[in-house]
Every structure is written in C-alpha cells, then in structure tokens.
C-alpha cells in the first residue's frame, strides 16, 4: 500500500537531515523511581492482554465468515477472499483492530521510557519480561487464523521439487492445500536452506494439524533465538522489545512466516560479529539462502569495523558465500521459479504507488551501501527495506529490525512503532472501508511519537548504557 512507502520515504529523508531521535538518559547510578516496577508489569500485562484480544477478534471471524466445508474443517483458518472485507461488520473489527495496534505501540513507547528509568538489568526485570514474552508465546501458538502462506510452506515441503512443481495434489489430508494454492502448486520462491529444512521438518508425516504446528515450532523457536541473541549482545532494552511486541509475535508464530528464521541469523551474526566474525558471516550467508533480499540487507551487521578493508572482507565473504549456497543448491530451477511466482502473481498498482515502491527500494539499497563503504547509518533507514519485497506485507516490515538495532542507529523506535507500522503494511484489512478513513489518524499517532522523541537530547537505553562502558574503558586507559 502506497502509505507504507509514502511514510518509509519520508523518515528515510528525514534521517539524513536530522540526528538519530534520542531520549535524555538518567542520571548515571540514579536508582530507579518507585513507579518504574509497578509500570513495567502493567504495562506488560496490557500488551499481553491486548494481544489476546487482538487475535479472539480475528479468530471469532474467520471462523464466522462463509466458507466451503473444506476450508471449515482446515486445522487452521484462512481468510476468504480480500481479507476482512468479506467478513460481516469487517469494517468495525477492522477498526477495533486498528485501535488495539495504537495501544500496543504506545505500551511499547511507555515501556521503552519505563524500562530506561532502571540503572541496569536485574533478574526481577528479565523474570517479567519472560513471563509477558512466553504468554505472548501461548496465544500465538493458539490463535486459529493463521493465513494461507503456512500451507505453502506445508505444501512446498512435501514436494520432492518445489521449484518445479508436479501436476498432481500432496495425498490425505495434506490435499487439501491444493484447494488453497491450487494444482500443481506455484513454484516456491524460497531458498535452497529453506526448502532442504522444510522438507526435513514434515519427513516424519504426522496428521495435518500437527505438520503445521511444526511450522509454528519454528517461529517460535527463531524468536527465542532473537531474543537470546539480543541478550547475548548485552541489549536487554532490546530484547524486552522484542520478546513483548504483539505484532512480532503474531507474524512469526501464529502465521509463522518464514522471515523470521533469517531475521533470526542476521540478529545472532549482530551479537556475534566481534568476537567471532566467521561465524557472523556464516549467519548472514544462510539468511539469504532462506530469503535472498535478507542476504543484501544482512551486510549491515558486517559494516561497523573502523576501516574498509576490515568491513569489506567479510561483506564480500557472506555475498559470496550465499549466492554460492542459493545458486549452486537451488539451481537453474530456483532461477526459473523466481521469475514464474513473478508471472503466476502480477500486481496491477497505480503509478503512483509504483514510483514510491522504486524510490524506497533505491533507498534501502543506498542504505545498504553506505553502511558498507563509508560506515554511515541513518535511524530513519530501517523503514526502507520492506520495499525490497515484491509488495508491501507486514512480514517484511521485520527486514528492518536487524539495521535498527545496530548500534550506530540508536533505532529502538522501530521495534517500539512496529504494531501500528505492521497494522498499515497487513494486507487482512484491505479494502475495509473503515481501514481506508483512518490510516491517516494512524500514521498521525506516528509521526507525533516520531516528533516527541526530537525534543530530548541524549542518550538512549542500551546506547546509554553502550556510552558509559565506553567511557570508563577510556578512563582506564
């Protein structure tokens, strides 16, 4: 949708002219206020609760709407035709929705200025932010509706050749992905790694139901490993973000899309990346053979050493190495599938909203490059690379997590924003004539989060934190 683009525009120019948003950090060694624990649990308990909400609403009418018998019998809902749109009173739950998403983003906003006001991370801390993360876990993982691409996942993994698809349906139950996705299936779009771990993921069979639990075993897995990644890397505001955001929760693991495995690498190769290089480039070379634009993207992680030379040896390493690994597993038929998905989905956009897709993608690779050869980063960058997908989805919003948690960037507002910036990018509401009237009010919420974090100077959370150990480093010197 051209907002999604109109706005990623927007902050990514900004971010050039302006400096990073920042948030006036406390007093160094100042103990947290009284009010700061009994916030933080509030605050978690209401983005667990929203969530819950959130996602009954969702499940309440895609079990409502008309539809076929074997749909009604799918283990997990998938939407008829354009979304909510075909549900009954879709434009109110659209609505209801879209206010939950506000709320989510502004609990993140007040969790990220709560959890600030705590001198350092403390075991009672991460033991509430567990808790919020793994009941978050259990409503995604027993959510209803999970939408259509799961079953291609299932239905590209019980293909022997997923990149040439044969002419006749999966057998038993798993049939029935034929009267999703039709027969023969569409080629998958995915890597080589992707497709070889998918097909070892259902090798085992097992009933339909529990096929597609794997898939969201996998979300749920590479969450964990996101959030442990983000701990490892000593960014416990960031992994709080992440563990307790809704909308990641609900992408990932209830409509398990496949993004978040190579987000997942991309986040471990961010922690990593000082101490053991190799492995970093490793990480970013399997990202791009689960997902190819995650391999362009991923080279922001490899760009912060002081010199050239030291950030383009393990750039061209990791580019090297996951064209190698896509190329030469997937072939001439992952080439060829690529451009079929290409020719079996053409989207018909106004010219409008086609000209803002090419200027962000433009942007999400000068992003890209500037990191890379002259180690500059903009906060405003990270909202660019969901154009380096075919079209705008929500999925691909989380691109951008990996360059706004590096630590020139300062970007902890993406993750904080990220319900409300998905809610815009979902394709479930469109054509809600509700939707449609209040977007702009949404992306008013935005902007004035944006304009609030330009009224403080310095210095932010974990960078804070980062600055301090940098200082005192210095000192002993």
Known sequence: MGLTYFLGI????????????????????????????????????????TAGVQLRILDDAAGSQTMPGWQRALPLHVLTGNGLSGVRDGARLGGIV??????????????????????????????????????LAWEALHAQLAGPDIYAYLGFALESHPYRPGALPPSGADAVIGAIWGVPLPPSPYGPVWTAF?????????????????????????????????????????ATLFGLDPALWQIYVTEAHNDIAGIALLLVAL???????????????????????????????????????????PCAAALLGGLALTFCL?????????????????????????????VLAAIAVAAVGAAVFARRFAWGAPWS???????????????????????????????????????????????????????AGA?????????????????????????????GEARGA
């Open 10 to 49: 927007v902050l990514a120019t900004l971010s050039v002219r302006r400096k990073a948003p920042l948030v006036r950090a406390p007093r160094p060694g100042a103990p947290a206020p009284a009010w700061a624990l009994p916030a933080f649990v509030t605050l978690t308990l209401l983005l667990v609760a």
């Open 385 to 439: 690379f969901v154009a380096c997908g075919p079209f705008t989805a929500w999925q691909y919003l989380g691109w951008g997590i990996p360059y706004a948690l590096l630590d020139e960037t300062r970007g902890l507002l993406y993750l904080a924003a990220f319900p409300l910036t998905a809610f815009e990018s979902t394709l479930i509401f469109n054509g809600a004539p509700l939707f449609d009237e209040i977007r």
């Open 330 to 358: 997937g072939g001439r038929d992952y080439l060829w599938a690529l451009r079929r998905t290409a020719e079996i989905y053409p989207r018909v956009v106004p010219p409008g909203e086609w000209a803002a897709h090419a």
């Open 98 to 135: 879209e206010a939950l998403a506000v709320l989510q983003t502004l609990a993140l906003v007040a969790l990220w200025a709560t959890l600030r006001r705590f001198p350092k991370a403390t075991p009672v801390l991460a033991g509430i932010a567990l808790a919020g993360a793994c009941a």
């Open 271 to 313: 922690a990593c990346r000082r101490r053991a290089l190799a492995l970093a480039v490793v990480c970013v070379a399997l990202a791009g053979a689960i997902k190819l634009p995650l391999l362009g993207i991923g080279l922001v992680v490899l760009a912060t050493a002081p010199t050239l030379r030291a950030r383009l040896v």
């Open 443 to 471: 992306l008013l919420v935005l902007v004035a989060l944006l304009a609030f974090t330009f009224l403080r100077p310095p210095l932010l959370g974990d960078d804070a934190e980062a600055a301090r150990r940098r200082l």
């Open 198 to 238: 998918s097909h070892a993921l259902v090798a085992g069979g097992g009933s339909l139901g529990a096929q597609l639990g794997l898939f969201r075993g996998v979300g749920l897995g590479a969450m964990a490993l996101a959030i442990a990644a983000l701990g490892f890397a000593k960014r416990p505001l960031a």
